[in-house]
């Protein structure tokens, strides 16, 4: 074979292989293992004090916690990310989590969800947040739609448990469960009002 063949056949083949992951470029970074990889975790089970305003200069605390969804394949850029309610459970008369029904995935808010796109691009880190609770009301969670069936709040002395899941195009974690339990009492220090107010991931949800 002369250079001159070698060198055709070899752009040939680059030309070919340019083609195929062009087409099927996230198949074959999936396929070899080097594609978008997502998990999702509760973030800070102390939640994170805030202020929320009221109009008329005035404002209530206010506590929000919130989920870390990472791609620990930063060089692969999960796309139009989303982190959504799958599952979620309350304590039947038994006290056994009975599963609520759900209308079907319900994505939740970003972190300052007015400056973040709906659908997120995760190459370094992002936040969702998953609920919160301001003083002189119930517990929230926060989907961008909350329809009437969705009994996502939670009031004195009850419990209930989310399923939550990221999502993207090419890309998707493994649902994680959050139990959130509450008194009923408000605290403005921290390590009280953890004691007040439990957010914890538990095990593989069984609501999965």
Not at 42 to 49: A, M, S, V, W
Request: some cysteine; proline content about 7%; charged content about 20%.
């Amino acid at each position: 074979m002369s250079m001159d063949q070698a060198i055709q056949i070899a752009v040939a083949v680059g030309t070919i292989a340019v083609a195929i992951l062009a087409i099927w470029g996230d198949q074959v970074r999936h396929c070899l293992g080097l594609g978008p990889r997502l998990t999702l975790a509760l973030d800070d089970p102390q939640g994170e004090p805030i202020n929320i305003l009221e109009g008329e200069g005035r404002s209530s605390p206010a506590r929000y916690y919130h989920l870390r969804v990472r791609n620990s394949h930063r060089w692969a850029q999960a796309t139009n990310v989303r982190v959504v309610i799958v599952g979620l459970a309350r304590p039947a008369a038994d006290g056994a989590l009975a599963p609520q029904s759900l209308s079907g995935p319900l994505q939740l808010m970003w972190r300052f969800s007015a400056f973040h796109p709906t659908f997120s691009t995760v190459g370094p880190d992002d936040i969702a947040d998953l609920g919160f609770l301001k003083r002189g009301s119930s517990f929230v969670l926060t989907p961008f739609v909350y329809p009437a069936n969705f009994k996502g709040s939670l009031a004195r002395n009850e419990r209930l448990q989310v399923v939550v899941q990221a999502l993207a195009d090419n890309a998707e974690s493994k649902p994680i469960a959050i139990d959130v339990l509450w008194d009923g009492n408000w605290h403005d220090d921290t390590l009280e009002m953890a004691k007040c107010l439990v957010v914890r991931q538990v095990g593989p949800p069984a609501l999965a």
